[in-house]
Structure formats: C-alpha cells, structure tokens
C-alpha cells in the first residue's frame, strides 16, 4: 500500500503517546469557484497516531486524489473529540493547520503535538 502525498502523525504530549482516534480533513482552498475551502479527504489516526492514506481514493486502490502546484490546504484535527474521549477537556475544539503545495511531487508530511492547552506544528520528512 502506498503512502498519502498528505499524511500526518499526532502524539499527544501529555501524555507522552501517539494519538489514536483523531479525525482529520483535508480542505483545498477554491476562490475562483466558491470563494472557501472545500473538503478534499477525511481519515482518522491509528493506533499509532498516524494518517497514511488520506488521499487514497479508496481502501482498495492505490489511486491517489492529485494536488495542485501552488495550491493552497489546510488540515483540520478535531482535537476536542479526541480529549473528551479520554476524560479530559481541552481549550483548542480543533487545530487548522494551512499550508501550500510548491511541488505536488513531493511528499507532505505535518506532525501535531497536542496537549489540553497547547499545540504545536512543524513540516516532517
């Protein structure tokens, strides 16, 4: 199976562990033709706090939905609904993350450190 253009990994450092659970889209953003972002893909990270396949256009192909060169996205992680399914409550509802495609070639990778109170972000390899 073939990795995502897109994939990301959350680990929650509260708790020093990956964060399994969290719900993530993918949104290209679209003025000329809606004036907004619209939703390109959605997943969900594994017991590893990863998403791989994000833009996989099914389970049982590896056919993956194109980016654009100079296109702009933005990654959402629902980081509310993962923190109340541990007990605990969070002062983020979710992290959006935008970013550009330069080369739609190249793999993106975009890691998330989360805890209750605080996030943070950087490009991965």
């Known amino acids: 199976m073939s990795k995502s253009p ?3 990994h959350v680990l ?11 719900k993530i889209y993918l949104e290209e953003y679209n003025q000329p033709t809606i004036g907004a972002f619209e939703l390109m893909a959605e997943g969900e990270t594994d017991s590893d706090g990863r998403c791989l396949t994000l833009l996989r256009s099914t389970e049982a192909e590896e056919k993956m939905i ?3 060169a100079g296109g702009l996205y933005k990654i959402i992680f629902k980081t509310k609904e993962y923190f109340e399914s541990t007990g ?18 190249e793999h993106y990778h975009i890691p998330l450190l989360i805890s209750p109170f605080s996030f943070t972000t950087y490009r991965g390899s």
């Open 12 to 22: 929650d450092s509260s708790i020093g562990k990956p964060a399994s659970g969290v």
């Open 6 to 8: 897109v994939t990301c």
């Open 88 to 105: 605990r409550k969070s002062f983020y509802p979710w992290v959006e993350i935008s970013f550009e495609i330069v080369n739609p070639d």
């Open 66 to 68: 194109p980016l654009k």
